[in-house]
């Protein structure tokens, strides 16, 4: 939040700033399909049983499996740079997105390392290391804008992309500093016959967990359609202005600050133990219960309460410098779309992982694939409509919410606490309507302040009675 605040204030909402948000979507795209999605989903499952059964096995096939991955996306990142280097793009902006994407590309193959470096600390039960890696990046983010001459905001961007490179290093330096002695070995013929399981199995396991992904991708590259190729489309004009991308960026920001340190938190700390009980029944279903109603208990309370703190929220975050007063209510009218979503993204994380966990591959991916291919269908359709740029986020709710039920009935999961989860957001929400009416005239960051706090402990007094086995569950941490 803190980086993005930064973005917003030094690039503001405009047709730079869109191609800004794309360049850096890229690396992180991969960062999440492959890094964080296909090959450690993939590979998670397969260490894990190794490293209870034969540790010096899974030395070997760690060491075989996070080679193989990271040569072939080394490989295809030094293609993508080939093709960059070829074009001849014409415009100021399409100039800068060749520019700047030839610059962070390189950081996919390292930040994916980082992520299969943490899942083998996860596997030991490590996670805080990998958790804090994405740290160092918004450190040197924020310091690369904002030292050095105040220059016009293309050339802070450059910097920044530059900044990108050096925190990839960083990264991998620090996840291999806190992996201790020996948690490889050189691989052998088996290590390497196991490796080309992994490819196997990490296509469809990507392409089930890369539905939120690609989601976003689509969304990026409709909004950003004006800044790289004009106001029309096929002669028409195309409903969204400049400045859309940057818009869906700042607001993905923040529907994502509950997602990304609970929702996915619980997800990742669930899967190690999904993995060891997937031939234990009982011990399966108990964790994905708890799991799954520890990723509504927050999910569902956000989704509401994302809604009504949206404007005092965007203004508190993200007003100032290049970030203009009338840019506020453009960000927080994608929030009110993306916000009812945030419990479904939520659960869908621990659902699509304990269906690999189990292993089934196909489930998810046939799932995803409708998700996507609707997600892409409304998305064609309604920004046509007075929602516009706001349809993005609508569909990609909507589309989070047929996963979620899809998955759920596919695995017949259980939410453990639902109807007490349900009971508490529902008490929670007349009380922060009526805080956000009393601090109406009252400064942005005092509103949001007052509606966060009241919300929260509403919420979770409510909650301590109404699900207390998801509250001892979060309370106890387990």
């Not at 309460?305 to 100032?320: D, I, K, S, Y």
């Not at 064609?380 to 929602?387: A, E, F, G, K, R």
């Amino acid at each position: 939040m803190l980086r993005d605040a930064v973005f917003a204030r030094s690039f503001g909402v405009g047709g730079a700033a869109d191609i800004f948000f794309l360049a850096f979507q890229i690396p992180n795209l991969f960062r999440r399909l492959f890094g964080e999605g296909a090959l450690s989903a993939a590979f998670l499952p397969m260490y894990a049983e190794r490293h209870q059964q034969d540790r010096p096995s899974a030395a070997r096939f760690a060491a075989a499996g996070i080679s193989a991955g990271i040569g072939l996306l080394t490989v295809v990142i030094a293609l993508l740079e080939m093709v960059l280097f070829s074009l001849q793009p014409e415009g100021e902006n399409p100039v800068l997105a060749v520019e700047l994407l030839q610059i962070v590309l390189p950081y996919a193959p390292m930040v994916c390392l980082v992520a299969l470096l943490g899942a083998v600390l996860q596997v030991r039960g490590r996670f805080a290391p990998t958790a804090a890696a994405p740290a160092i990046l918004n450190m040197a983010l924020v310091v690369a804008i904002l030292t050095g001459p105040a220059e016009d905001p293309q050339t802070r961007m450059h910097r920044a992309a530059w900044a990108v490179l050096l925190a990839g290093l960083l990264q991998v330096m620090w996840s291999v500093s806190v992996l201790g002695h020996q948690p490889f070995a050189k691989p052998n013929r088996k290590a390497w016959g196991e490796a080309k399981t992994l490819a196997k199995r990490a296509i469809p396991v990507g392409m089930g967990l890369s539905v939120l992904q690609v989601n976003i991708l689509t969304d990026t590259l409709l909004a950003s359609w004006p800044a790289l190729f004009g106001a029309t489309l096929f002669g028409i004009a195309y409903p969204l202005e400049e400045g859309a991308n940057a818009a869906l960026s700042l607001a993905s920001r923040l529907y994502q600050f509950p997602l990304g340190v609970f929702g996915i938190a619980v997800a990742t700390a669930a899967f190690p133990r999904l993995s060891q009980t997937r031939d234990q029944p009982g011990e399966f279903e108990d964790t994905l219960r708890t799991a799954l109603g520890m990723a509504l208990f927050v999910g569902l309370p956000a989704s509401i309460g994302l809604c009504v703190v949206a404007t005092p929220m965007v203004r508190t975050v993200f007003e100032g410098g290049l970030f203009l007063a009338n840019d506020a209510p453009r960000v927080a009218r994608l929030l009110w779309t993306y916000g009812p979503g945030i419990w479904a993204m939520s659960c869908v994380h621990v659902l699509v992982r304990a269906c690999y966990a189990k292993g089934d591959r196909r489930g998810p991916v046939r799932i995803g694939m409708a998700v996507v291919g609707t997600n892409l269908l409304l998305n064609l359709i309604l920004i046509w409509t007075p929602l516009e740029e706001a349809a993005l986020g609508l569909t990609t709710s909507v589309g989070s919410a047929i996963q979620c039920v899809w998955l759920s009935r596919r695995l017949k999961a259980r939410f453990a606490g639902v109807f007490g989860i349900v009971a508490s957001t529902a008490i929670m929400l007349p009380c922060i309507l009526g805080i956000s009416w009393v601090l109406r005239d009252s400064l942005p960051w005092v509103r949001a302040l007052g509606i966060v706090m009241t919300g929260a402990i509403v919420f979770a007094t409510a909650a301590r009675y109404f699900a207390s086995e998801v509250w001892s569950a979060w309370t106890k941490g387990s």
